[in-house]
């Protein structure tokens, strides 16, 4: 296809997504859509799932490898003045022919001005229609990913599944499976396991809507060994998700408010308003939660509400007389209140904890002259090891109390994750005296530094 060619003609270019494949569920402008071209391009299969609708027209039929060859043909056509549909199954935006086309077009030189006209029709998803067959498996946050690794590399798709499977999003699964590709699948099971139990419900429907429908309920643990093709989508359920009667539901939420879903409101919740676990409430759960045992360290309850240390810290900063963090206290470091560095070598002997994700711990005893700032590194360095922090990465430096068991300083990154944490030693149930009284009055220090902060923005 050559550049230099004229875009002026009046020519138009349909993208028509006709949805799972039986007409009814075409929408009436993709109907209208196909009715109004003189050329209709699309992927064989395609081509037959609509052949009622297209008599009396070109039709340019092309192979499932031929996608950019189908916009180029549809371009090229369009140019000499003709009405094209390029035909694609469920919404054409979605894994489907309305990105390659915007790419060759622009490529072209096209622009929307330029004489051809560009409409976008959408189609009601493969995933969609796969859900409407199975019961309501997408009625919370939901996210679809496909497993064909022909243009995406693999450890992209992974990352993806990984993201989701921690996520607890419902995931829809396309391209799952092909005569070649059969091993995506196994290694998607095996990565969505280690977030989900082994009996969460998944549905497998081949052809929805088409001649060889077929549907399969099963646990995610038996997803891989299933009859799953090209033309399948596979709903893998998120943690709430359950089957009844044949059905695979996920819950909307009402169950969170409402005594038995349809019922009174439960204690502490109201109608039309945010639950209390909502943005602006549910740092007062946390709150709460630690109230009620001093058994919880921050690793629990960070694990138990499913999110990052430094938002438990910061819910524990925010506690006050009436709604106490239990044995908890944390305050903020502003940089230019005080300098920590400076600050530990009050402290005595530190010990140094940092973890990583895989699970390794490692813990040492320090003196605060180990720690040396050089450039963009918190060196912290002694005969018996080294350990190199990139500083930048630390975002947010947290004094932390918890009664007589913990005075330390959390160093969490932008995600609110522990980057490392530093406390003070403990001997025979007491920290030290001296070393006490000096976190004491650094954090005083830092408070009183922090209420004029406070006043002075107020
Ligand atoms: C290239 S994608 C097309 C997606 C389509 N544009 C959409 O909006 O759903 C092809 C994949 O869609 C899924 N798919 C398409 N039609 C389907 C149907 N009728 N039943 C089940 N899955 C279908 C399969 O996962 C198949 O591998």
Redesign the pocket.
């Known amino acids: 296809m050559s550049n230099e060619q004229s875009t002026t003609s009046n020519g138009k270019i349909l993208l028509v ?1 006709f949805g ?2 039986a007409e009814v569920h075409m929408s009436v402008r993709a109907l209208q859509a196909i009715e109004e071209a003189d050329v209709v391009i699309g992927y064989s299969t395609y081509i037959k799932l609509v052949k009622n609708l297209l008599e009396g027209k070109e039709i340019i039929r092309k192979g499932m490898t031929e996608e950019i060859d189908r916009c180029i043909e549809a371009y090229e056509q369009a140019v000499l003045g003709k009405t094209v549909a390029l035909i ?9 022919m309305a990105g390659p086309t915007y790419e060759v077009l622009l490529k072209s030189g096209w622009k929307p001005d330029s004489g051809i006209e560009v409409e976008v029709i959408p ?8 859900a409407s067959l199975v019961g309501a498996p997408l009625t919370h946050d939901f996210c679809s990913i ?1 497993l ?1 690794d022909l243009l995406t590399p693999w450890p992209t798709i992974a990352r993806r599944i990984e993201a989701a499977g921690r996520s607890d999003f419902v995931v829809a ?4 499976k ?1 005569g070649r590709r059969t091993q995506q699948i196994v290694e998607t099971q095996r990565i969505l396991l280690q977030y989900r139990k082994a009996d969460t419900p998944v549905a497998i ?6 001649d060889l ?1 077929d549907i399969q309920m099963v646990r995610l643990d038996e997803m891989k060994d299933c009859k799953i093709g ?5 709903l893998v359920g998120n943690s709430s998700t359950y089957i009844e009667e044949g059905l695979m539901i996920t819950p909307r939420g009402y169950a969170n408010k409402y005594q038995n879903i349809t019922g009174t409101t439960i204690e502490g919740e109201k109608r039309g308003r945010s639950l209390s676990m909502g943005l602006t409430g549910w740092k007062s759960c946390v709150r709460e939660y630690l109230r009620s045992s001093n058994e919880y360290s921050l690793r629990d309850t960070a694990r138990h509400f499913g999110c990052p240390t430094g938002e438990i810290i910061s819910a524990i900063s925010e506690a006050n007389g009436n709604d106490s963090a239990g044995e908890y206290s944390a305050a903020i470091v502003q940089p230019e209140a005080i300098s920590v560095i400076e600050a530990a070598k009050q402290w005595g002997l530190l010990r140094v904890v940092v973890r990583n994700n895989a699970g390794a711990v490692s813990k040492f005893m320090i003196n605060a002259e180990d720690f040396t700032l050089r450039r963009e590194w918190l060196n912290i360095e002694n005969e018996h090891f080294y350990l190199h922090v990139k500083w930048p990465s630390v975002q947010q430096v947290w004094f932390i109390r918890r009664g007589d068991i913990l005075c330390g300083v959390y160093f969490i990154d932008e995600q609110n994750e522990t980057v490392f944490y530093l406390s003070l030693l403990r001997q025979d149930g007491a920290f030290n005296a001296p070393a006490l009284k000096a976190f004491e009055q650094a954090w005083q220090t830092l408070t009183t530094m922090n209420e004029l902060e406070k006043a002075s923005n107020e």
Not at 123 to 130: F, K, Q, V
Not at 173 to 176: A, F
Not at 230 to 234: G, R
């Open positions: 997504g799972p494949g694609s199954s469920g919404d054409i935006g979605v894994y489907g189609g009601s998803t493969a995933l969609s229609a796969c496909s064909s699964l396309y391209n799952p092909s429907v081949k052809s929805a809507y088409r429908q090209m033309l399948t989508t596979v």
